[in-house]
Nanobody
């Protein structure tokens, strides 16, 4: 099993910045894609950004140019630097990892418990 623990959420004014971190632990053989998703009240969970083990990134249009995802493969960590935050960025942010936990070539999705980000206007 893989455990994901997020940190770094909080309350910030519009225009401010926050940095989220996510640490993966457990029986990890390999992590393919890591990413961040978010869910605002009354809305579905949506993709924010993903990064492959090789460093290829993908962003949602709503955060492109403001958020930066990065990763430390040696530490099994993923980060999300969020700049120029807007009230509409308010949501619970979840870390995701697509990981393999044995020699079997099978990958599963794992999720963290979420961290609240609140942006005040």
């Amino acid at each position: 099993q893989v455990q994901l623990v997020e940190s770094g959420g909080g309350l910030v004014q519009a225009g401010g910045s926050l940095r989220l971190s996510c640490a993966a632990s457990g029986t990890i053989f390999n992590i393919n894609v890591m990413g961040w998703y978010r869910q605002a009240p009354g809305k579905q969970r949506e993709l924010v950004a993903t990064i492959t083990s090789g460093g290829t990134t993908k962003y949602s249009d709503s955060v492109k140019g403001r958020f930066t995802i990065s990763r430390d493969n040696a530490k099994n960590m993923v980060y999300l630097q969020m700049n120029s935050l807007k009230p509409e960025d308010t949501a619970v942010y979840y870390c995701n990892a697509n990981a393999r936990t044995s020699f079997r070539p099978v990958y599963y999705d794992y999720w963290g418990q979420g961290t609240q980000v609140t942006v005040s206007s």
